[in-house]
């Protein structure tokens, strides 16, 4: 039996052609969606970043928040710059019949509600694509085993036909070599897919940790801008 890759795929029936087939095509589905998420994870970390670096001033001069709107637009990429923006545009909202600005715990609270939202909104778009990974890599270890059956069954059918040499040991291993090759490609589809998820997840981790830090200090930036305008006199 000839053992290259293409002296095996020779040799293999059609349900382990037809396996191998569709572990190929999972590992390509994989892989783009792959790409595809680190694309956008960098440059999600990175807009974040800059993002941050533009709010960090605004934030720590009390009454100047509203310089910070619009402020997201100019980071389209970064999902901490949606949350933060989502906060800062429900705080320029919150004015009086005379048209200044208000700040209580009503504003405060309908600020945080605003920016979960999006939070909310953000964390499934950064999720996507993810559950798929999931499933191909629970999966393709059983695919690759349902074509491990069907080789198996292959090489005892030709092991019980004296005409494709029944009885040999060769006829024996050269179908169980057939059957092995589906169950590693999909244990390698399967390894590839836990990897990259659990790199995409610890990747969501971190940039949630940085829309929750983010989030909370434009809430207390919001406070100190209600104690300022307080102490001011201001309503």
Known sequence: MNFTVMGLWNEMGVVARAVVIVLVAMSMYSLAIAVE????????????????????????????????????????????????????????????????????????????????????????????????????????????????????ITAFQKLADPTKGGGGIGTVSAGIAEALVTT???????????????????????LTVDMDETASELADAVIKDGRTKRAAGTP
Do not use: H
């Not at 009454?63 to 429900?90: H, I, N, Y």
């Not at 920016?115 to 950064?126: C, D, G, K, Q």
């Open 37 to 152: 998420r680190i694309v956008t994870f960098r440059r999600a970390r990175t807009a974040s970043a800059a993002f941050a670096r533009a709010l960090e001033p605004i934030l720590g001069r009390p009454g100047t928040l509203l310089a910070a709107q619009g402020l997201d637009q100019k980071f389209p990429g970064s999902p901490v710059a949606r949350v933060a923006g989502a906060g800062v545009a429900e705080f320029g909202k919150a004015t009086d019949a005379s048209g200044a600005s208000v700040v209580n715990y009503d504003i405060v609270d309908a600020v945080v509600r605003a920016m979960e939202r999006i939070r909310e909104r953000e964390l499934a778009n950064m999720k996507r694509g993810l559950p798929l990974l999931a499933t191909v890599a629970s999966s393709a270890p059983f695919v690759g085993l349902f074509g491990t059956v069907g080789g198996i």
């Open 184 to 206: 590693a490609v999909g244990l390698g589809v399967a390894i590839i897919a836990v990897w990259f998820y659990n790199f995409f997840n610890a990747r969501v981790d971190e």
